[in-house]
């Protein structure tokens, strides 16, 4: 497998404007985690699914962020209008819920975000 | 709500010798995962080790092993022979055991960045 694929890497835009992260998690995980990383606040989640449903959402910071996830195989994290507060790189991670290997995330590259 | 603390910012060694970087944790649960997670300058987040709250042997990886103890809630990772590659920030994380909807998130601390002397 692959492992979590993120997309895109780096990410430079403008105040306002839209901003749509991508994440494929591994193939058989029943888990994926939204993670935001910044050198204020470290390593903070932001949404989690199980089965492609949300299961917590209260790290989104404010209603600016959504996330979905369509099917077992991709998710996306919008921001819409992007803010410069929201500069950070953004983590996806999948992961097993039960059994050997639970809790054990694997981590994407990371979309680094940049937001003028 | 669980909470992972790092209290060492930073910390180096010379190349060969050996580290200890501490964590500690509040919980009132019995049942838990811990973790330790390198982020070295490429960014990626890769699992070093791993310890079951139920297991009362210390998990080791090669150089990496971890000393877990329970009551003090303390779970320190000590790396051996330190290598140039090793340079990277460590973070500690704390996951619940129980299967209830909620607790499958890792709750990490502020993480540990970690020179090596050449």
């Known amino acids: 497998d692959a492992g979590v694929i993120q997309s895109p890497r780096h990410e430079v835009t403008e105040m306002g404007q839209e901003v749509t992260l991508r994440c494929k998690p591994i193939?058989?995980?029943?888990?994926l985690f939204w993670y935001r990383q910044t050198m204020m606040r470290g390593l903070e989640l932001l949404i989690y699914?199980?089965?492609?449903?949300?299961?917590?959402d209260s790290g989104m910071p404010e209603d600016r962020f959504s996330a979905k996830m369509p099917n077992a195989s991709f998710s996306t994290l919008k921001i819409q209008p992007s803010e410069p507060r929201d500069s950070a790189v953004y983590f996806c991670?999948?992961?097993f819920g039960l059994g050997q290997g639970a809790g054990e995330l694997f981590f994407g590259e990371g979309s680094r975000l940049t937001v003028l | 709500a669980q909470t992972v603390t790092q209290s060492q910012p930073e910390m180096s060694v010379q190349e060969a010798e050996t580290v200890t970087l501490s964590c500690t944790y509040d919980?009132?649960?019995?049942?838990?995962?811990l973790f330790w997670y390198k982020q070295p300058p490429s960014r990626q987040m890769i699992l070093v080790i791993r310890?079951?709250?139920?297991?009362?042997q210390n998990a080791t990886e090669n150089r990496f092993s971890v000393n877990f103890q329970k009551a003090a809630k303390s779970f320190s990772l000590k790396i051996s022979d330190s290598q140039l590659g090793d340079a990277a920030m460590y973070f500690c994380?704390?996951?619940?055991?129980?299967?209830?909807?909620?607790?499958?998130?890792?709750?990490f601390g502020t993480g540990t960045r970690l020179t090596i002397i050449p």
């Open positions: 994380a704390y996951r619940s055991a129980l299967a209830n909807f909620g607790n499958e998130k890792l709750t």
């Open positions: 699914f199980n089965n492609n449903v949300p299961i917590d």
């Open positions: 919980t009132s649960e019995s049942d838990y995962y």
């Open positions: 310890q079951e709250a139920y297991k009362q």
């Open positions: 991670a999948s992961s």
């Open positions: 193939s058989g995980h029943d888990y």
